[in-house]
């Protein structure tokens, strides 16, 4: 099963900190295949805010950025050939809306929709205790957080163990 597809982004600073744009994005689908982009800043965005706290927590700098970043519209193509076929979920409303920049910076259209993970979960019928159950197991095995690449991969995990004891 590789479908659903997990996304996560992390931005230059939260919104309620000034206007973010975002820097990194990964997408994992649940047989652990994944993809990650650091996302070299669209022209649009060169006097955005910038968080300083967000770059420590990331372990993400502008100059990272701007090196080894990879430019909004090839991001995009290649993010969207990666989740083709699947229906996309993120933990938070955040991650639509980082997609939304992206996709102004990359002056491209919507490839896809970022549903709520919690609409998938409450579909298949999983209990609280289920999810807290998953999300645990999930956190000891990639405790690395505020990673896109990571967080991807956890929400990931915690899909499949969940689709898997729901098999069993």
Do not use: N
């Not at 770059?55 to 995009?76: A, F, K, N, Y």
């Amino acid at each position: 099963m590789s479908c659903p597809t997990l996304i996560d982004f992390e931005a230059s600073c939260l919104p309620e900190y000034g206007q973010s744009f975002p820097i990194e994005v990964a997408v994992a689908r649940t047989d652990g295949s994944s993809r990650v982009w650091l996302i070299r800043p669209a022209e649009a965005w060169r006097y955005w805010d910038w968080s300083e706290e967000a770059e420590q927590l990331h372990r993400i700098s502008r100059d990272m950025l701007e090196t080894e970043g990879v430019p909004p519209p090839q991001v995009l193509a290649e993010m969207a050939e990666f989740v083709r076929g699947c229906d996309v979920y993120a933990d938070a409303d955040l991650d639509q809306y980082w997609l939304e920049v992206l996709c102004q910076g990359a002056g491209a259209a919507l490839p896809f929709s970022v549903r709520y993970l919690g609409e998938f979960l409450k579909d298949r019928g999983f209990t609280r205790p289920q999810v807290v159950a998953a999300l645990e197991e999930a956190k000891r095995r990639l405790p690395q957080e505020h990673l896109a690449r990571e967080d991807a991969r956890r929400l990931a995990l915690v899909v499949r163990l969940l689709v898997e004891s729901q098999a069993s």
